[in-house]
């Protein structure tokens, strides 16, 4: 951390993983090393004038650190549409402070603030920018590890075939091989038998159905067997009656 006697700086350069139009950010943290209230401010491009003035944005670029307290920075560079020679940046910050009075706000923060023909005392720290190389991306899976790949032999300092790695690896490949065709009879003969589970359940449910249609056809037969003869037997019991 940069061993100012207002504001400590971390980190002290801004570092941009650079990539072509792509916009890109970074931190900085201020720490105020005081009891007091610290005015602050960033102006980026100081020294080297440049034809591209929104290149950067500093949000905020000017700000208080209470006392004893940290603040953020963030700096943004926007996209760029081609890359500088080998990756050099020229590009400078330069960052102000100053003891402001007690209770400030950035409300209160004027250029006059950090004026030092005026008698305040102002520090200064510049920040040079630096471009680094993005993270590479992982690694591609190496040619013959794949799963499910066939086994190679090695070759060996030599030139030679190492023929006992050979054989190991041929062994293992054959015994996986046996293994998986041994789980696709066992999975092909488990469904055979769902398979005639469910014919067998499908039929036991009909056959069950055709025997209660049949048991009320059965009991709607013998109500109406019995109401003709509780009828035939009325009628005779009446022709008896009348002739009585």
Do not use: H, W
């Not at 630096?130 to 300092?157: L, T």
């Amino acid at each position: 951390m940069n061993s100012g006697e207002f504001l400590g700086i971390e980190p002290q350069e801004l570092k941009f993983p650079f990539e072509l139009k792509k916009q890109i950010s970074c931190s900085l943290q201020l720490s105020n090393k005081t009891d007091n209230y610290v005015a602050f401010k960033v102006i980026s491009d100081f020294q080297v004038k440049t034809t591209n003035p929104k290149k950067y944005c500093v949000r905020p670029n000017t700000g208080i650190v209470l006392p004893r307290s940290t603040c953020d920075v963030i700096v943004t560079m926007q996209a760029q549409r081609e890359a500088p020679p080998d990756m050099q940046c020229k590009d400078k910050f330069l960052l102000q402070s100053v003891i402001a009075s007690p209770g400030a706000t950035p409300k209160d923060i004027n250029p006059e603030v950090f004026n030092k023909e005026s008698g305040n005392l102002v520090e200064e720290c510049k920040l040079r920018v630096v471009y680094v190389s993005p993270p590479q991306p992982p690694s591609p899976v190496p040619e013959g590890s794949e799963e499910g790949s066939s086994p190679r032999a090695s070759i060996s300092d030599n030139g030679n075939f190492n023929t006992s790695e050979f054989a190991a690896v041929s062994g293992a490949y054959s015994e996986s091989q046996d293994k998986s065709s041994e789980a696709k009879a066992l999975i092909s003969k488990l469904t055979e038998e769902k398979i005639l589970a469910i014919q067998q359940s499908t039929k036991l449910r009909q056959e069950l159905d055709l025997l209660r249609r049949e048991a009320n056809k059965n009991r709607s037969g013998v109500s109406f067997l019995y109401v003709v003869l509780v009828g035939l037997l009325g009628i005779l019991l009446g022709y008896l009656l009348r002739k009585t």
